[in-house]
């Protein structure tokens, strides 16, 4: 229209119109994920050849969302730092993340699982760095607590945590918007416990038996497919240990993995 008109177009005119193209673009390729995604939920996972193609088809859909988000920032019709730059790396994430939880559902389903004495508190840390991402990239705060000194569990490091990992990345998702979740650790003489905190508002009637049911969702938030949960009950029960969630009315829940401490090797 500038063209037909011979009108000009100032830097900060032609600034805010990439910004609105690069808003434009990124709601876009967002929305064809979703409607793409609305199609598969629709799908039924019974049994074992469904749940290999809910799972493609997922990793289709990221794949597809980066994909174009790419082919824009290659023809350079938006700029590599705005919207479609976020919707790229969300894409990449979502993709690491379903690549983690399939693969510790498969070593789970075989029972390819290592035993090593896994000191606690170094594992949970290293833990944290990486959900310090999860955390800050939704407006909330992590804190972490550690209270088991040197305490050590024999079990499969990738295992524990992918449940601790799931579990955090569940607090980030349903807890509420600017609050505050909490990574504890405590120890006994024959048990180490790890507690996840948020303040989701409190669990609904009948939520509690049907979160860890795989491929379930039971939030607004449907940015996964129900699978972290379901690696979160499974994996502390194949290391010997439980899982269990507390409900505290109108403030939030508390997810606790609890597993035998190993002995001392002094």
Same mark, same amino acid.
């Given at each position: 229209?500038?063209? !037909?008109?011979?009108?000009?177009?100032? +830097?900060?005119?032609?600034?805010?119109?990439?910004?609105?193209? #690069?808003?434009?673009?990124? #709601?876009?390729?967002?929305?064809?994920?979703? %409607? !793409?995604?609305?199609?598969?939920?629709?799908?039924?996972?019974?049994?074992?050849?469904?749940?290999? $193609?809910?799972?493609? @088809?997922? &990793?289709?859909?990221?794949?597809?969302?980066?994909?174009?988000?790419? !082919?824009?920032?290659?023809?350079?019709?938006?700029? $590599?730092?705005?919207?479609?730059?976020?919707?790229?790396?969300?894409?990449?994430?979502?993709?690491?993340?379903?690549?983690?939880?399939?693969?510790?559902?498969?070593?789970?389903?075989?029972?390819? &699982?290592?035993?090593?004495?896994? &000191?606690? $508190?170094?594992?949970? =840390?290293?833990?944290?760095?990486?959900?310090?991402?999860?955390?800050?990239?939704?407006? @909330?705060?992590?804190?972490?607590?550690?209270?088991?000194?040197?305490?050590?569990?024999?079990?499969?490091?990738?295992? %524990?945590?992918?449940?601790?990992?799931? %579990?955090?990345?569940?607090?980030?998702?349903?807890?509420?918007? @600017?609050?505050?979740?909490?990574?504890?650790?405590?120890?006994?003489? #024959? @048990?180490?416990?790890?507690?996840?905190?948020?303040?989701?508002?409190?669990?609904?009637?009948?939520?509690? !038996?049907?979160?860890? &049911?795989?491929?379930?969702?039971?939030?607004?938030?449907?940015?996964?497919?129900?699978?972290?949960?379901?690696?979160?009950?499974?994996?502390? =029960? +194949?290391?010997?240990? +439980?899982?269990?969630?507390?409900?505290?009315?109108?403030?939030?829940?508390?997810?606790?993995?609890?597993?035998?401490?190993?002995?001392?090797?002094?």
């Amino acid at each position: 229209m500038a063209a !037909e008109r011979s009108a000009s177009i100032s +830097t900060e005119e032609f600034r805010i119109l990439n910004m609105c193209l #690069d808003d434009a673009i990124a #709601d876009a390729v967002g929305e064809f994920g979703r %409607l !793409e995604k609305i199609d598969i939920v629709a799908a039924d996972a019974k049994n074992a050849t469904q749940d290999l $193609g809910f799972l493609a @088809h997922e &990793l289709r859909n990221f794949l597809g969302t980066a994909t174009l988000a790419c !082919e824009a920032l290659r023809r350079g019709s938006v700029g $590599g730092s705005g919207s479609t730059s976020a919707v790229l790396e969300r894409s990449l994430k979502g993709m690491r993340d379903l690549v983690d939880r399939s693969l510790s559902l498969v070593r789970l389903d075989a029972g390819v &699982l290592l035993h090593e004495r896994i &000191l606690i $508190g170094e594992l949970i =840390q290293e833990v944290e760095v990486s959900g310090v991402m999860d955390v800050k990239a939704r407006g @909330h705060q992590l804190t972490f607590q550690n209270d088991a000194g040197s305490a050590e569990i024999v079990g499969d490091r990738q295992i %524990l945590a992918s449940v601790v990992s799931n %579990l955090i990345q569940n607090a980030c998702k349903f807890t509420r918007s @600017h609050s505050h979740i909490i990574l504890r650790v405590l120890a006994t003489a #024959d @048990h180490v416990r790890i507690e996840v905190e948020d303040e989701c508002g409190g669990l609904a009637p009948g939520a509690a !038996e049907a979160m860890f &049911l795989p491929f379930a969702q039971v939030g607004h938030d449907r940015s996964g497919i129900g699978l972290g949960l379901a690696i979160c009950l499974r994996g502390p =029960q +194949t290391l010997g240990g +439980t899982l269990r969630v507390d409900n505290l009315p109108a403030k939030g829940c508390v997810f606790t993995v609890e597993l035998a401490r190993a002995p001392s090797l002094a």
